[in-house]
């Protein structure tokens, strides 16, 4: 099954150009099935039957959420799919296992008060205009965490406003930059970079660390709440609440739909509409808060 499972990462890399995030995340579902397959003594797709994919399943709802037993369930349906496609086995295992119907949560935002708490702790010098600048640009593009960390100097054009970014399945888009962006962006190019450039000065990435490398996704995580922290925004926030955040207040003041999803290089449409929801659950709290009779 090994084989069978590389054959078919490689087909999603070079032939759909996902991203390795999203790779890397097939490789971790398809070898936990391996395992599990390998377990009850079935070593080949071919003796896959539907009775062992619903057992899976059940397996992983002991201590899974239904949303990611949803997410490795439509994983497995894309594997045997493209090996029934390939000839590798005559009937698919999955094709008649509905995936659940799930109830879509809103995503956490944080008011503009909260995000100027946030953007205000990071220091006027120092590591600060760096992360100040990553800040800036998390909110004031909507880039996701991924989008960030990836970076590289000639994606941005400060004259101009814009940043060029590379999304899922190696989309490119460009987002303009608001003047706080590109201004916290030009201090820390200016002023902080090239000092943590001193070892490393062929690196191209915007956003780097002080060995000079380039900022991994984890560390943009940790930086982000220890600033949630320090502002005492009494949430448990991530680079994707600051997405969303800049997703919702466009939409808030007035921005439509079509140029949301946009700017947040969505491919379908009705990903951006979540946040048309979160407005909606905010009129109704502001409602029952302030109306004399909610």
Wanted: with cysteine; net charge positive.
């Amino acid at each position: 099954m090994r084989a069978d499972i590389d054959g078919f990462l490689a087909h999603l890399k070079l032939e759909r150009g996902l991203s390795p995030t999203t790779l890397a995340s097939y490789a971790q579902d398809l070898q936990l099935f391996e395992r599990f397959c390998r377990r009850r003594g079935v070593h080949a797709p071919a003796r896959v039957r539907p009775l062992l994919v619903r057992e899976f399943l059940q397996w992983l709802r002991t201590d899974k959420s239904p949303a990611t037993t949803a997410r490795k369930l439509a994983c497995l349906k894309g594997f045997f799919r493209f090996l029934t496609a390939q000839g590798v086995i005559k009937e698919n295992p999955t094709g008649f296992i509905e995936t659940p119907r799930l109830w879509r949560r809103l995503p956490q935002t944080l008011s503009e008060s909260e995000v100027a708490q946030l953007l205000s702790g990071p220091g006027a010098e120092g590591l600060g205009l760096r992360d100040l600048a990553l800040l800036e640009v998390l909110y004031g593009a909507g880039l996701r965490v991924s989008e960030a960390a990836s970076l590289e100097l000639p994606h941005l054009n400060l004259d101009v406003g814009f940043v060029r970014c590379i999304g899922k399945g190696n989309k490119e888009r460009l987002v303009p930059l608001g003047r706080f962006a590109q201004e916290a962006l030009r201090r820390y190019l200016a002023q902080e970079r090239p000092r943590l450039l001193l070892r490393r000065p062929q690196i191209t990435a915007v956003f780097i660390n002080r060995r000079g490398t380039r900022l991994t996704r984890q560390r943009i995580w940790q930086l982000i709440r220890r600033y949630a922290a320090k502002g005492r925004l009494g949430k448990r926030i991530g680079p994707h609440t600051l997405r969303h955040s800049f997703a919702t207040h466009l939409l808030t003041r007035g921005a439509d739909l079509r140029t949301v999803q946009e700017l947040l290089g969505h491919a379908n449409i009705a990903t951006t509409q979540r946040y048309t929801q979160v407005d909606r659950a905010r009129l109704k709290a502001v409602h029952e808060k302030y109306h004399p009779r909610p």
